[in-house]
């Protein structure tokens, strides 16, 4: 008999008996899912991807997410998963708290498992917009409201040149030290 590939054996498994109902959303408990992979893959690893600064978290300024690698016979998945309230929308840097970090990574690695197979199903059509509840990302802005003409781009004088038979001027420098050296005034640069 041959063995089958790290995703038949997971995604094989029901899981259904260790989930739990949060909202219209369906959560495998994280620590199941780690039990599972490491009762059928004992070398199987995590990693939890840190910023170039140091954080278990990323950010842009505005919000924050983390990144959890699973890794099962060489194979790594990644999960990106952004740090959210208990309504699963972002929270925003300045009220991201340890915990908050905390849930996301242990959600990220339960996804990371369903990459592989583990409870791939319970994901299914999560992407899917919810059309009841219109998404909204900040404040909201006013329309941008257009001019009803075509703006002119505005007119420039084109740079004069300067004639063949007027004297060259001194150069910058020569102006700035005779200048600190006491010799003379300040000209102003012609253009």
């Known amino acids: 008999m041959q063995d089958q590939s790290v ?19 369906t959560y495998l408990s994280w620590a199941w899912a780690w039990q599972i992979v490491k009762s059928h893959y004992p070398d199987a690893t995590y990693t939890i ?4 600064d140091g954080w278990n978290y990323f950010t842009d300024g505005r919000t924050c997410w983390v990144k959890v690698g699973v890794t099962i016979q060489s194979l790594e ?3 990106y998963l952004p740090v959210m309230d208990q309504r699963n929308q972002s929270i925003p840097f300045e009220a991201i708290r340890s915990t908050d970090v905390n849930k996301a990574i242990q959600r990220a690695l339960t996804k990371a498992c369903a990459r592989h197979g583990l409870g791939l199903y319970i994901y299914a059509g999560e992407d899917l ?16 409201q257009y001019p009803q003409q075509p703006v002119q781009p505005p007119q420039y004088s084109q740079p004069q040149q300067a004639s063949v038979q007027q004297p060259r001027q001194q150069g910058w420098r020569q102006s700035r030290n005779q200048y600190y050296a006491g010799q003379q005034q300040p000209q102003q640069p012609q253009h």
Request: aromatic share 8%; hydrophobic share 25%.
């Open 129 to 144: 917009p919810d059309v009841q509840q219109p998404q909204q990302y900040g404040p909201q802005q006013p329309a941008v």
């Open 49 to 52: 991807y840190e910023s170039p």
């Open 77 to 79: 998945h990644i999960e």
């Open 7 to 25: 995703f038949a054996t997971l995604v094989a498994i029901n899981c259904n008996e260790h989930t739990e109902k949060k909202g219209n959303l």
